[in-house]
């Protein structure tokens, strides 16, 4: 059974600081890119970081390069975002996603809240 887990959202200060986690269960992690992506009320769903397998090249969106870092620990299955210098703009729900291109395997996770706001 597939299971993506997200973990560390919540309400933060502009400026602040938060590490979201997803913690992955049911499938070879080590072989999937990883990739968080948000959706805020009334938007669609937006990439915001991705890592492939080997922990390398990560990408980013634009709103959110230098800001954000994106990171795996393949002998834990579980991939972080680290967010720095939050604004309300970031405000989302952030959600955790697997693939593997060359299977055509693709997994969500629940996805977590995070709220900017002073």
């Known amino acids: 059974q597939v299971q993506l887990v997200e973990s560390g959202g919540g309400l933060v200060q502009p400026g602040g600081s938060v590490r979201l986690s997803c913690a992955a269960s049911?499938?070879?992690?080590?072989?999937?890119?990883m990739s968080w992506y948000r959706q805020a009320p009334g938007k669609e769903r937006e990439l915001v970081a991705a890592?492939?397998?080997?922990?390398?090249?990560?990408n980013y969106g634009a709103s959110v390069m230098g800001r954000f870092t994106i990171s795996r620990d393949n002998a834990k299955n579980t991939v972080y975002l680290q967010m720095n210098s939050l604004k309300p703009e970031d405000t989302a729900v952030y959600y955790c996603?697997?693939?593997?291109?060359?299977?055509?395997?693709?997994?969500w996770g629940q996805g977590t809240q995070v709220t900017v706001s002073s």
């Open positions: 049911g499938f070879t992690f080590s072989s999937y890119t």
């Open positions: 890592i492939t397998s080997a922990g390398g090249r990560p």
């Open positions: 996603n697997a693939v593997l291109l060359v299977a055509g395997l693709d997994y």
